[in-house]
């Protein structure tokens, strides 16, 4: 792999991390419904952003050299599908009694999808403008 594709890797993780961190904090503002934190709350808040950022970097890193040149739309559906699933059936391995937050881990699982769809869309659009070259 040469340097080059690297740099490209590397656009693409920061765009992808930064298109999964923008819905994901919109999202925590409107779930936390609050502006009264305190500091041990602002490290949490914290540590999720930042979580989420590699969560969107890794992604797109990986969509990159998943999609290359191909046009199929399934693969790239499946490439969002599978990462927010991963991302959110997580708190199922955690939890113990699953089917009594069946309702906030669905709400979870479609906000990751969302949060990785949208990273997707940004990605799209910059190699569509050929910000971004796609893997060859």
């Known amino acids: 792999m040469s340097n080059l ?15 999964f961190t923008f819905p994901y904090v919109l999202i925590l503002a409107i779930n936390y419904g609050t502006w009264d934190v305190h500091v041990s709350d602002l490290i949490s808040l914290g540590i999720k952003v930042a979580i989420a950022f590699i969560s ?9 050299y998943i999609v290359r040149t191909d046009k199929n739309g399934h693969l790239k559906d499946g490439a969002v599908l599978a990462f927010g699933l991963v991302r959110g059936l997580v708190p199922v391995e955690i939890s113990s009694d699953i089917f009594h937050h ?16 949208v ?18």
């Open 102 to 117: 069946l309702g906030q881990l669905t709400i979870l699982g479609i906000e990751s999808i969302i949060c990785f769809a």
């Open 56 to 64: 969107g970097f890794l992604f797109a890193v990986t969509y990159r």
């Open 5 to 19: 594709e690297r740099i490209e890797s590397v656009k693409a993780g920061y765009l992808g991390g930064m298109g």
């Open 119 to 136: 990273a997707r869309f940004c990605l799209e659009f910059a190699f569509e403008r050929g910000w971004i070259k796609l893997f060859s």
